[in-house]
């Protein structure tokens, strides 16, 4: 579904102050630092070393029992799927976070603040074979202080940044209904709105005035997009993705409120 507003993106913005959402593009994170990125990955080898450890007990009792040829297929077959398979899977399914990663409250994103897609997953997983694994992490341990925000050969290949995730609940930042949208957005059909997409375009509208004009544009028509094709009826023509954006999220919150309230005023009282 095309945006019907997806012309050139002007206007002000709508806040500036920072906000962290669970599985929402993230804008605001900095990169995280080399040693915690060290610790987080020392713990994912641990798990991998153990799995590894374990898969060397099945081959072994294959051996005494099994072909020859089985026993390698079983042996190579499940060292791909640990070593690779394994954090793909792993940072694929949790939205950029493994094991380790998640102790430390680190986050792999894309370098625009897109979550990691699973492409970007896999190609760090088969880079990090050969520089952590086959080389001891001596690629990965040069690549990484060479580089300004700690990104190693994997991140430079994939396109993503390892991030520092901020912990506690910020202020919820409110973001105002457009005047000239009201109208429309009373009538707008929201049920089939996903929690991600909104929180998605959330972090967009917040974070305008700090994004690359480029980035506002491409990420503006893409997230419109995503909206749009989630809700019923369309916008009014000529209506710019953050205004679009900003309408829904603002009548979002607004319906969320009066179902509170009225859940609280229906609430026994003892």
């Not at 994103?109 to 952590?132: K, M, N, Y």
């Not at 900003?246 to 009066?258: D, T």
Request: proline fraction near 7%; avoid cysteine; glycine fraction near 10%.
């Amino acid at each position: 579904m095309s945006y019907p507003g997806g012309g050139e993106v002007r206007g002000d913005a709508y806040g500036t102050t920072p906000l962290v959402t669970g599985d929402a593009v993230v804008l605001d994170l900095r990169p995280a630092g080399f040693a915690t990125r060290a610790v987080a990955l020392a713990l994912d080898a641990i798990v991998q070393i153990v799995l590894a450890i374990l898969l060397g007990l099945l081959v072994g009792w294959m051996a005494t029992t099994m072909d020859p040829a089985a026993t390698a297929a079983v042996g190579l077959g499940g060292t791909i799927l640990i070593f690779v398979g394994y954090p793909t899977a792993f940072e694929t399914i949790s939205r950029g976070r493994s094991l380790g990663k998640m102790a430390l409250g680190l986050r792999v994103v894309g370098t625009d603040g897109s979550p990691e897609r699973f492409r970007q997953a896999l190609a760090r997983s088969l880079t990090g074979f050969v520089e952590i694994w086959m080389t001891t992490g001596v690629i990965a341990l040069i690549t990484s202080m060479l580089s300004g925000d700690g990104r190693r050969v994997g991140d430079f290949l994939a396109g993503t940044v390892v991030v520092e995730e901020r912990t506690g609940r910020p202020r919820e930042e409110v973001i105002p209904m457009p005047p000239h949208l009201a109208a429309w957005a009373s009538g707008v059909e929201l049920s089939r709105l996903s929690p991600e997409t909104a929180a998605a375009a959330r972090q967009y509208v917040l974070r305008y005035a700090e994004l690359a004009e480029h980035t506002r544009h491409e990420m503006g028509i893409r997230l419109a997009d995503a909206v749009a094709a989630q809700i019923s009826p369309p916008p009014p023509p000529g209506v710019t993705p953050p205004y679009f954006l900003a309408a829904v999220l603002a009548e979002r919150r607004r319906r969320h409120e009066i179902a509170l309230h009225e859940r609280q005023a229906h609430r026994p009282t003892r």
